[in-house]
């Protein structure tokens, strides 16, 4: 019988030495991301550089994780291993002078599972949640599924640069407001938040009696030289009113692994997260895959994330150079992380239901519209820039056809 089994044959270089230029084979894959896409849309010549996840091959340490596990021949629940701890304590003091401790640490099978769980357990119905955006759409959903109020605090846009919005959060506060969900580095605005920024916030919600979630799951993604500060390392009073939520699935690629970290030093939100855990009958071991692969992702993979970062800064520029010779009026927001494009079509003056229809329809492209992430998304996309550079090139040039022909159509 012969192997139905992919073969993928990376051409790697010195500039590339893990391939990401090398197309991976689709042939038996079925992804959200494109799959998922193309059959929505019943177009098979669609490019996907909506979902967030990457066009490229784990990382080969993960991927030998995973075969360890396979070789294993036995798939029972996982209990964590002291390496495993270890793997994550290292990652986060290496990368980021983190201190945490093994007490510190539970899991999930993802994050905003995880994120449920804290606002189901650490508020009431119709008690109001803050956050700032353009933000994830899930953040938004979450909430309101839960019966709390969602309070959109939106980020300050000046010079094509995202700052926090202090003097509106400030309006934004009441007595019945009990969390903040922070996003951090930020997507879809790819802002690195810096050390003075994530004080003032802190002593905010420390002012106003607001427990901080901060879901930090592109903090393996950083642009070269941009200082990344976990909102718990600011201070002891920020470790103790704080819940991180962390996973290896966005830096390395594992979305589909299944496995998210909690972090919490407070006693307090350690229980409060437990009881969430039981009640979504979660406590009991998570994905043995998820598992190997974070514990592989945090201990051996800082090359790969170097490389990885390297070519998305390569396809940023890419996408400025040519956004600046074919469509001038569209601008892209400098990211600091993240491996999306924050681009700015409002010049161009298409309502954001025209927009949608432009990209899928007359470039055959599928981004991620900005109006679907809250206020402040209006007339914005998010472009996902991992993938290979052929891959960009080709949408890219997708969306500068497009335009023309509908200025030769509308003249
Ligand atoms: C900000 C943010 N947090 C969390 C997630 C989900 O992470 P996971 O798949 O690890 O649960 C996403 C997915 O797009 C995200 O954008």
């Not at 590339?16 to 042939?27: A, E």
């Not at 896409?37 to 550089?49: K, S, V």
């Not at 409060?272 to 993979?301: M, P, Q, V």
């Amino acid at each position: 019988m012969t192997s139905k089994l992919s073969k993928n044959n990376f051409q790697t270089s010195v500039d590339d030495p893990y391939g990401f230029d090398t197309p991976i084979d689709r042939t038996y894959l079925s992804t959200k991301k494109w799959e998922a896409e193309i059959a929505r849309t019943n177009n098979p010549d669609l490019l996907c550089f909506g979902t967030a996840e990457m066009d490229f091959a784990a990382a080969p340490a993960i991927n030998q994780a995973m075969q360890r596990v396979v070789e294993n021949k036995h798939f029972g629940y996982p209990s964590k291993r002291d390496s495993y701890f270890d793997a994550v304590i290292e990652y986060f003091e290496r990368h980021f002078d983190w201190r945490i401790d093994k007490d510190w640490i539970s899991s999930n099978v993802g994050v905003y599972p995880a994120m449920q769980s804290l606002i189901e357990e650490l508020t009431e119905p119709g008690d109001e949640i803050l956050y700032q955006t353009p933000v994830h759409h899930v953040f938004e959903e979450l909430i309101t599924a839960s019966g709390r109020v969602a309070v959109p605090n939106q980020l300050l846009k000046r010079n094509g640069h995202y700052e926090m919005n202090f003097e509106d959060l400030a309006r934004c506060v009441t007595p019945r407001s009990k969390l903040f969900l922070l996003c951090s580095p930020h997507n879809p605005v790819g802002r690195v938040w810096r050390r003075e920024e994530l004080e003032q916030l802190n002593r905010f919600c420390l002012a106003h009696g607001l427990i901080v979630v901060t879901d930090e799951v592109y903090c393996g993604l950083l642009y070269k030289g941009v200082p990344f500060t976990p909102f718990a390392s600011l201070s002891d009073e920020a470790s103790l009113n704080s819940v991180t939520l962390v996973s290896a699935s966005k830096s390395f690629n594992t979305t589909g692994l299944k496995h998210a970290l909690m972090i919490a030093e407070s006693e307090h939100l350690q229980a409060a997260y437990s009881r969430g855990l039981k009640r979504s009958n979660l406590g009991y071991g998570g994905s043995i895959f998820g598992e190997a692969a974070t514990e592989a992702a945090f201990r051996d993979c800082d090359h790969w994330s170097e490389a990885l970062m390297h070519y998305i800064e390569g396809n940023f520029k890419r996408l400025k150079s040519k956004l600046a010779q074919d469509l001038p009026l569209v601008t892209a927001t400098q990211p600091e992380a993240t491996y999306f494009a924050w681009l700015d079509f409002s010049a161009l003056g298409l309502t954001d239901a025209a927009l949608q229809r432009f990209f899928e329809t007359e470039a055959q492209v599928n981004l991620v519209t900005g109006a679907s992430l809250g206020p402040g998304g209006e007339g914005h996309v998010r472009f996902n820039l991992a993938t290979t550079r052929a891959c960009l090139s080709e949408g890219l040039n997708r969306i500068s056809t497009a335009w023309r022909q509908r200025q030769t159509h509308d003249a």
